[in-house]
């Protein structure tokens, strides 16, 4: 059964503070791996898909990296405006091409 | 380009009561999912369509839980008869991908239902 999870489940950093998102997960064989945000009351919100071993791809102040058993969601000098709740998902190679989700990580960046 | 769009955006039932949502998806996508997102937990799908036709209902309670999509476009999901344990927020998405490939997926606000 193919399983994510998510470390830590909450995070508090001051404004400035980089740090880093944790996604391992478990599967067969790794098709995709995505990472959303979602704010609350809100729906998830596409941030990056990640395809094999030592991909990395960024966005502004967050930067992703995937290596065979796990994900990271690096945040540089973070900003109030990135609190959120931060999610991961995979969707594996063969059979059903359902995405299992990760609970998230719900990040707070005080000023 | 407008988003996916759900409603209503709260409902509030008692349990054995019966509920539908509507979703519209992006326009031109294909493919709709909806999920169900319990709080505290990451997204659950319930149902994938591509176009008009069902892809994967395997984690869909079909005892109770039905969806549809007619003409490939707008979807319903309905719960008949509600039980407490349904409170959740339940949230569509839409792509543009085929199945099969890993795509991103467009999620819509959600419809959060509370079963008392």
């Known amino acids: 059964e193919d399983q994510v999870t998510q470390s830590p489940e909450a995070l508090r950093l001051q404004e400035g503070e980089s740090s880093s998102l944790n996604c391992s997960y478990t599967v067969s064989g790794l098709r995709g791996l995505f990472w959303y945000r979602q704010d609350p009351g809100k729906g998830p919100e596409f941030l990056f898909t990640?395809?094999?071993a030592g991909e990395e791809k960024e966005k502004e102040r967050l930067k992703a990296t995937l290596t065979k058993k796990e994900s990271f969601l690096h945040i540089t000098a973070p900003k109030p405006e990135d609190s959120a709740t931060y999610l991961c998902?995979?969707?594996?190679?063969?059979?059903?091409?359902?995405?299992?989700f990760g609970r998230g990580t719900s990040l707070i960046v005080h000023p | 380009e407008a988003g996916v769009a759900q409603s209503p955006r709260y409902k509030i039932i008692e349990k054995r009561q019966s509920v539908a949502f509507w979703c519209n998806p992006i326009s031109g996508h294909a493919t709709l999912y909806w999920y169900q997102q319990i709080l505290g937990q990451g997204p659950k799908l319930l149902i994938q369509f591509q176009n008009n036709g069902v892809v994967d209902d395997s984690q869909l309670p079909k005892d109770r839980f039905s969806a549809e999509r007619l003409k490939g476009v707008d979807s319903t999901l309905k719960i008949q008869p509600a039980k407490l344990e349904d409170s959740a927020v339940y949230l569509c998405a839409s792509s543009d991908r085929a199945q099969g490939t890993p795509y991103e997926q467009y999620f819509g606000p959600g419809t959060r239902l509370t079963v008392t």
């Open positions: 990640l395809y094999s």
């Open positions: 998902a995979v969707q594996a190679v063969g059979g059903s091409y359902i995405p299992t």
